[in-house]
């Protein structure tokens, strides 16, 4: 996805800033259209990309995209983790759909109380092919045809912006 590079200046000891290529993604040709570190796990960051997937890169290995999801029909035009419950990722796109991504169904007990106590084989980010079938989405609205260009996310409410001049809110957001 692109050629995302990484500014080696946040990590602790860097002296410099000194780019550093994530992987070598040469052969793919899709662009990154939105990109979002996840609020608890700095590691990790998700890209939306024209081709509507989702890709996920741990920065602590960055070789290759640790994830690939197949989401939207066409460009991920936005994409947020709730402000106050990072298990929750919402997504909108350009084919019209707003999604909401939840993966509390992964915490395997009561024990964990976040996402972020997960081991990496629990992460839905970061584990292997069968999770990826256990991660909930929902469609927060019918499929528009026309772009949803932007949304906001605060507590239990969500907003988003259409091509179709219109302003979209939802209340009672399951989180």
Not at 44 to 54: F, N, P, R, S
Not at 64 to 80: G, M, R
Not at 137 to 162: E, I, W
Request: charged share 20%; hydrophobic share 35%.
């Amino acid at each position: 996805m692109g050629k995302p590079r990484l500014r080696g200046s946040q990590f602790p000891g860097a002296s410099t800033p000194t780019p550093q290529k994530l992987g070598d993604v040469t052969e793919l040709k899709v662009c990154a259209s939105c990109v979002v570190n996840h609020p608890t796990q700095c590691h990790l960051v998700l890209a939306g990309g024209e081709d509507g997937c989702l890709t996920v890169w741990d920065l602590r290995h960055n070789t290759f995209p640790v994830t690939l999801l197949s989401a939207h029909t066409d460009t991920v035009s936005e994409i947020h983790f709730h402000p106050e419950r990072p298990e929750h990722l919402f997504t909108c796109s350009l084919s019209g759909e707003f999604w909401h991504w939840n993966t509390t169904s992964m915490v395997r007990s009561s024990q964990v109380s976040s996402i972020s106590d997960l081991t990496i084989e629990e992460n839905p980010w970061l584990s292997s092919e069968s999770a990826k079938h256990r991660l909930e989405v929902t469609s927060l609205m019918p499929q528009l045809h026309k772009p949803v260009n932007s949304f906001d996310v605060n507590k239990t409410r969500a907003v988003c912006g259409c091509d179709n001049e219109a302003v979209y809110m939802f209340t009672r957001l399951n989180v």
